[in-house]
């Protein structure tokens, strides 16, 4: 029974207490020495990193090919990168062998 009154008891003073503290903070003399304080110009050092993922996108291509090593035929599976400055990145994926002649 004394827990179910002192929690009563706090929560009808939070009531109470905190519409008057957020009152106080809304004067129109606060809201202008608020605003006064905000910088009106932004200064910015270096790059604009926000759209580096758009700036550093890859076209990706799957090339498959049929290669002879000798007697045994191999197909073999790669995958291109062609990147926005021109060069390309050509990574072997898979090899499977397909017939022997």
Do not use: C, D, H
């Not at 090919?65 to 599976?77: D, I, K, P, Q, W």
């Not at 990147?83 to 990145?89: A, C, I, L, M």
Request: glycine share 6%; hydrophobic share 35%.
């Amino acid at each position: 029974m004394k827990k179910f009154f002192t929690l009563s008891i706090l929560l009808v003073s939070g009531l109470v207490f905190v519409p008057s503290a957020e009152a106080k903070t809304n004067n129109a003399g606060n809201a202008a020495a608020a605003n006064a304080a905000e910088p009106q110009v932004t200064i910015q050092l270096g790059q604009n990193r926000r759209n580096r993922r758009m700036n550093n996108r890859r076209a990706v291509r799957t090339v498959t090919r049929n290669v002879r090593r000798g007697r045994v035929l191999y197909r073999e599976t790669y995958r291109v990168t062609y990147r926005p400055n021109g060069t390309t990145t050509t990574r072997l994926i898979s090899r499977v062998r397909v017939g022997r002649y």
